[in-house]
């Protein structure tokens, strides 16, 4: 019963984002090296799976783990689908959007002068210096 839980959430998991890249006909807004680890990680299952059969000399380690098999083959499956439409199916569409963003009156390297950078940092200083300041005196607090 779990390991049909697991399977079905895996599936739930990566549907949205197969979808909603079919559906825009684009990739752009993610990074797609978390699905080439994902991949690798599909990848590594199915080994250990086929190396724990090969030294075990038993062909009932492959088939006493559906769930994992399961999983990894969804993984995989999905993985190579998102591969696909990053590097395949959407890169004309990426390209034309990434050349359509930059206009002529937009510069390519935004400036800042070094006064207006050291005020965030200065503000980002005092922020972190009160939250530290107000997590001290909460630890000084005695607990009834």
Known sequence: ML?????????????????????????KGWQIKNVLLDLAGGILSFSQIGLNAVAR?????????????????ISIGFDILFILQHYVFYRSGREQQEVSSISAEEPYVSYQRPAEASSGIRKLARRAAA???NAAKVARR???
């Open 3 to 27: 390991g049909i839980t697991k399977v079905t959430m895996t599936v739930v998991k990566y549907t949205p984002q197969a979808l909603l890249n079919a559906e825009r006909k684009s990739t």
């Open 57 to 73: 000399a038993d062909m009932s380690v492959i088939t006493g783990n559906p769930a994992k098999i399961g999983i990894s083959a």
């Open 131 to 133: 939250v530290a300041v």
């Open 142 to 144: 005695p607990n009834f």
